[in-house]
């Protein structure tokens, strides 16, 4: 069975940076991590979770609006992790960030709070 463990997350100024890691086990090895899409997601309080990005087969990403340029996914297929790399955050970004396999196998979430 698929598990998937965000860390990285914590408090930052505005304009600060934070890594977030999503470490997946339960596959038979790499090379079908590789073949998985991953999402990341996060949800504020008080709001609906809300899709971040996503990155495919061959590495290619996507990502909400509201990300401008901000935030890079990527993935390290040797060591079965995920990471989203998040620039000039802001308070606007506080929530708990989730990966995803989709449907739905999903992280226990990293709490991210940016400070004015």
């Known amino acids: 069975q698929v598990q998937l463990v965000e860390s990285g997350g914590g408090v930052v100024q505005a304009g600060g940076s934070l890594r977030l890691s999503c470490s997946v086990s339960?596959?038979?090895?790499?090379?079908?991590?590789?073949?998985?899409?991953m999402d990341w997601y996060r949800q504020a309080p008080g709001r609906q979770r809300e899709w971040v990005g996503q990155?495919?087969?061959?590495?290619?990403?996507s990502y909400g609006d509201f990300v401008k340029g901000r935030f890079t996914i990527s993935r390290d297929n040797a060591r079965n992790t995920l990471y989203l790399q998040m620039n000039n955050l802001q308070p606007e970004d506080t929530g708990v960030y989730y990966c995803?396999?989709?449907?739905?196998?999903w992280g226990q979430g990293t709490q991210v709070t940016v400070s004015s």
């Open positions: 995803r396999r989709p449907p739905s196998t």
């Open positions: 339960g596959y038979v090895d790499a090379t079908i991590f590789n073949m998985n899409v």
């Open positions: 990155i495919i087969v061959d590495g290619q990403t």
